[in-house]
């Protein structure tokens, strides 16, 4: 119950992030439901039924391979949904980590943020590139690749949060009553950062889907056959202008998530803790 | 001031060192060969082992890490495998491209970023501030390519106003009227970025509205606007200088889907190509000027910041 | 500044921008390209982009007419004895170098020891070469071991051929492409700058002394009628297609089947069918893994692909593929259906059972193909699915081409790869007649018609040989055709010149705006 209300504080008064957080709603239930209510299978090619325009029974129309574009983007919110929270949890399993056993061991620390500077130095999406040739092209490996981009400045993060939690009086008071590292870490100062991180997860779920669009335009996304939205627009980006309603109906949803991630994720900086807010990037 | 510029120099040292050594360790861990690909089709593998040879490319990977680090240092990247002209050359001619499109993408962003962050401060919760911050993240929420794809569309292909793609070089025939070339991608680059900005010069004006030195000029009467421009603005400078000289160093990487959608000859789509042909000597090139460049900006930045804000160099 | 002065000026800047717009291209022919060439070196290198460009630059002794037979173009004519053994050429006088100095006898031959030794198809020809000299200022002879039937096609054949070069340039080089420096020829067009991601700039050499008779194909007077031709590398073919829409390149290759019929109805784009179609192949392992010696598995894969969707999902139109199985084209000399009723069966049932018949046990089949070529990866998808259906356990492996590329040389890590093949005008040309191409076919069936097809001089028997070969090639299955591919190129309708269809390669001479 408290967690609905701190749901509702949250959004109050702002009209855009409820919608959004509706969108998103309904992308989590197309992603789970996808194989009940896709009415074609996503990999079914028809090549007599190819670059059909949208109505009925293909609501999207079909793309080149005469494949139901409806069906591939119901499966494609599944893929959003995989790449957002995969990317996350590598971000911030990774970053996170890396980021307060540095700000809480200082030796360690500084061999430890000394490699986050290394790595921040090199520009995301080349460094996505160069990884995505060296690696092969699979949903796991965009996940990881995306992920490790993100860790680095979730690492920065959590080092200066971190940083300003151990100069309290309550971790004091926690290492005054005896408490091993551990728990001091992991049951005194994370909790205080679960908000902040929500916040940040947020962003690089957004900024994910827009990293990993970028990947599949270059060719070094995911298999060029998995039914993800930036593979629809990459696909069938030659045929804007003889099919339209390839690159609208995939451009559309990849907008309207990846927006209502950052309103959602913009709401919720504004009501945590002001002594982090400075620290959480994003739009 | 200068102990401090010379520590942080040093600093840089073993930084920039373990970054050549990531940098050439992935760029040879990617499968293919420069030589097969050269040789093409019909090369027997014979012919392939002797130009790999040739090109120093069957040495230990630290000796040939150690060789190119030898000649780095000296002023050398190598020589492009696929061009057979100096990587510097290589480089350098995409640094054109790549600059001029960061600088007039910096120039869109300062021209609409800076006086709508500006307005949304100075009506913080009412509906211009909403519609701004909202605008501005819906910007950042498109795909580049897919705006860019439908940008050519409709001012080049059907408006006939602007260039769809490629960029001849300001000392081509045409002269500085070649920067039109550039208006569509660097629009389609500034589009996302700009939402940054917009937030950073929003949110420094707040914060700096509520220091004491402006509420004093309140006090002392000063109209609302006059306090608005002449100190919040100068104050919020410092930390929006910052935000500039990162998302300078980001543009000019950031840019790779930017200049392929509209094939421009620039450092981003430069690495794509050279990823696919396998010119090690290039990737590495241009990897490390990056990451130079965006160290040295780094820099520029926490001096500039010392400067301006003496008590950050005390620390 | 007032703001009637700030508009004056503001009207004066954009008269500027569009004046200097206008002039911009006028003698400059702008060719939007698919990417750079490795080289321009046409002796080592066989990329179609790299003698599409350099054919401007470089020619040969020889050259095809529209009708794909070799016609004189550096040389004057030419006697053969007897007993087919000994070739003498006569060279054409006054021809001059892009570096001012006359061609010569000494520089032709020059240029065929280096090509016959180092160069990619040199060795289909100099196998059977004793010996190259000069027998006069402009004449040279070339005797052979025994009489070869292709010669004059492989002299003809620019792509990976026998380009002539001055002596001094070419004498002491190896394997290794010339450098850009040394791009000196006898073309109507001379190379006149690299400057990379950028651009391939030609402009008209002229000195050039063209071949006389009315142009034929690549045969005839040759004109140099632009300034210079540029060869802009635009990778994305949506740029490319916009961009020529757009006025901003003349000329744009390698565009998509399915835009054919919307690009043919703008009429600001002309569209023009290359004709020599191109053909995918998948190679099968020869060397290493189930496929090696396993012919009648192979031909159990053959025999479960209908080969018909995968075109029409591929490539589009009906118009521009044909579901062909000969290896050369219908109306095409060396069209012949033998072997090709195996050619698209989409036999599911049949081919199951010719599999297990065969020994197959349901063990993966690695299928390679790459991303850089939609046709390729889209007919891949197309197979593995017909394949499984089948009871093929397809392990459909997606590559970038440097990578396949790479994988291919190495015979444990893969069983079946998709690439594509220019048109050949003889099939010698063709790359699973190379016993060393990846795939190694080099069985003792293929050795004996190999040999007896290059020993001919008789155009008939030829023909005859080799449909023998693209029998066998239907039997052993080193290679499995996909069918052909028309691809076409756009032009902006300002060009004039172009004619109806492209022989090969695109050339622009005798082509204007």
């Not at chain 3, 693209?470 to 055709?481: A, G, N, R």
Request: hydrophobic share 50%.
């Amino acid at each position: 119950m408290m967690a609905v209300a701190s749901i509702r504080s949250v959004f109050a008064g702002r009209t855009f992030a409820q919608i959004g957080l509706v969108w998103l709603a309904f992308v989590a239930l197309a992603a789970i439901f996808s194989p009940l209510i896709a009415p074609f299978d996503p990999y079914e090619i028809d090549p007599i039924a190819r670059l059909t325009e949208p109505g009925w029974p293909h609501l999207f129309g079909t793309d080149h391979f005469g494949r139901d574009s409806f069906s591939r983007a119901l499966y494609g919110a599944r893929m959003t949904v995989l790449i957002g929270l995969g990317a996350v949890i590598v971000a911030l399993l990774t970053g996170g980590l890396v980021g307060m056993l540095s700000a809480y061991f200082t030796r360690l620390g500084h061999v430890l943020m000394r490699g986050v500077d290394v790595l921040m130095a090199f520009p995301a999406l080349l460094m996505a590139l160069v990884l995505m040739t060296l690696l092969e092209r699979s949903v796991m490996n965009t996940i990881i690749v995306i992920g490790v981009v993100y860790a680095t400045t979730t690492a920065r993060i959590l080092f200066g949060m971190t940083l300003k939690l151990k100069g309290e009086v309550f971790v004091d008071a926690a290492v005054c009553s005896g408490a091993g590292h551990a728990s001091i870490l992991f049951r005194h100062i994370l909790p205080n950062l679960v908000s902040p991180l929500l916040v940040q997860a947020s962003f690089i779920f957004a900024f994910a889907q827009l990293q990993a669009a970028a990947l599949d335009f270059l060719g070094l996304g995911l298999p060029p056959e998995v039914p993800s939205w930036g593979n629809m627009l990459s696909e069938e980006r030659i045929y804007v202008t003889r099919a339209p309603w390839l690159l609208i109906f995939p451009g559309a949803l990849i907008i309207l998530s990846v927006f209502s991630m950052n309103l959602v994720g913009d709401a919720m900086r504004d009501s945590i803790d002001p002594r982090f807010k400075d620290d959480i990037a994003g739009v | 001031m200068l102990f401090y510029t010379i520590k942080r120099l040093l600093a840089l040292i073993p930084t920039l060192l373990a970054a050549t050594m990531l940098v050439f360790l992935f760029v040879h861990l990617i499968p293919g060969d420069p030589a097969s690909i050269l040789l093409g089709d019909t090369a027997t593998p014979e012919e392939v082992a002797a130009l790999t040879r040739e090109l120093g490319l069957d040495e230990p990977l630290w000796t040939q890490y150690l060789i190119w680090l030898g000649n780095v240092l000296q002023g050398d990247l190598g020589t492009s495998v696929f061009f057979g002209t100096p990587v510097l050359t290589v480089i350098a001619d995409g640094a054109e491209t790549s600059i001029l499109l960061a600088t007039m993408t910096m120039v869109w962003i300062v021209l609409f970023g800076v006086p709508i962050g500006i307005v949304s401060a100075m009506n913080k919760g009412r509906w211009i501030d909403q519609i701004t911050s909202g605008g501005a993240m819906l910007f950042a929420s498109i795909p580049t390519f897919w705006l860019g794809l439908y940008l050519i569309l409709l001012f080049a292909v059907g408006l006939g106003w602007l260039p769809s793609s490629g960029f001849p070089s300001l000392t081509d025939t045409g002269g500085v009227t070649n920067l039109r070339y550039l208006i569509l991608p660097s629009l389609t680059l500034a589009a996302p970025n700009a939402a940054l900005i917009i937030r950073l010069v929003r949110a420094s004006m707040l914060d700096v509205s509520r220091e004491d030195h402006v509420r004093t000029a309140r006090a002392k009467g000063l109209r609302p606007s006059r306090v608005a421009i002449r100190h919040i603005f100068r104050n919020a400078l410092i930390s929006v200088t910052a935000a500039f000289g990162f998302t300078f160093a980001a543009l000019v990487s950031e840019a790779v889907v930017t200049e392929t959608v509209f094939s421009l000859p620039g450092i981003g789509r430069l690495v794509v190509q050279s990823i696919l042909r396998r010119d090690y000597p290039v990737i590495q090139g241009v990897i490390l000027v990056i990451v130079v460049l965006y160290m040295f900006i780094n820099l520029l930045v926490d001096l500039a910041y010392a400067r301006l804000d003496p008590r950050i160099s005390l620390k | 500044m007032t703001i009637t002065s700030w508009l004056k000026t503001a009207t004066a800047a954009g008269a500027f921008l569009a004046i200097a717009g206008a002039a911009q291209a006028e003698g400059v022919l702008r060719y939007a390209t698919v990417g750079e060439p490795p080289t321009l070196d046409q002796q080592v290198v066989t990329s179609d982009l790299a003698t599409t460009i350099a054919q401007h630059v470089f020619e040969g002794l020889y050259t095809f007419d529209s009708s794909n037979s070799p016609v004189p173009l550096l040389a004057a004519g030419e006697t053969i004895s007897e007993d087919g053994k000994t070739i003498t050429i006569a060279l054409r006088e006054g021809v001059k170098f892009h570096n001012g100095q006359d061609m010569t006898s000494a520089d032709v031959v020059a240029s065929l020891k280096r090509w016959g030794e180092f160069g990619s198809r040199g060795g289909l020809l100099f196998e059977h070469v004793e010996s190259v000299e000069a027998t006069g200022d402009h004449e040279i002879r070339i005797t052979l071991s025994a009489p070869f039937g292709p010669w004059k096609n492989l002299m003809a054949f620019l792509n990976g051929g026998p380009a002539i070069y001055p002596a001094s340039i070419v004498e002491g080089a190896g394997k290794e492409p010339l450098s850009p420096e040394n791009y000196i020829g006898t073309g109507p067009y001379s190379f006149n700058a690299w400057e990379a991601n950028r651009y391939v700039e030609l402009v008209r050499f002229d000195d050039y002394v063209s071949p006389e008779g009315e142009a034929d194909g690549y045969g005839g007077e040759r004109v140099a009628e632009f300034d210079a031709l540029r060869f802009i590398p635009v990778p994305d073919v949506g740029t490319r297609v916009s961009g020529l829409r757009a006025g901003d390149y003349d000329y744009a290759e390698s565009i998509p089947g399915d835009l054919f019929a919307e690009l043919e109805g703008d009429p600001n784009v002309n569209t023009i069918l290359n004709g020599g179609p191109l053909f995918g192949l998948v190679f099968m392992n020869s060397s290493a893994g189930p496929l090696a010696e396993n012919y009648a598995l192979r031909r159990a894969i053959q025999q479960a692909i209908d080969k018909v969707p995968a075109l029409q999902i591929a490539i589009g139109p009906e118009g521009l593929w044909r579901s062909n199985g000969s290896f050369l084209p219908e109306g095409n000399v060396w069209y012949t259906e033998a072997g090709t009723e195996a050619f698209s069966q989409g036999d599911a049932e049949g081919a199951r059972a010719a599999a297990e018949a065969a020994g197959y046990t349901g063990e993966p089949i690695k299928f390679m193909v790459s991303t850089n070529y939609p046709f390729h990866y889209d007919t891949a998808i197309v197979y593995t699915k017909q394949l499984a259906q089948a009871g093929f356990n397809i392990d459909l492996q997606v590559y970038d081409w440097a990578t396949l590329i790479e994988k291919r040389s190495q015979p444990d890590q893969w069983d079946m790869f998709f690439t594509h093949h220019g048109f050949v005008p003889d099939p010698i040309l063709i790359s699973v007649m190379n016993d060393n191409y990846p795939g190694w076919w080099a069985t003792p069936e293929k050795a004996e018609l190999k040999a007896a097809f290059t020993a001919s001089s008789d155009p008939a028997e030829r023909v005859d040989i080799w449909s023998q070969i693209q029998e066998l090639i239907y039997e052993q299955v080193p290679t499995m055709k996909t069918g052909d591919v028309y691809t076409y190129n756009i032009a902006s309708p300002e060009l004039d010149g172009l004619g109806e269809a492209t022989l090969i390669w695109p050339h622009f001479w005798n082509v204007s705006k």
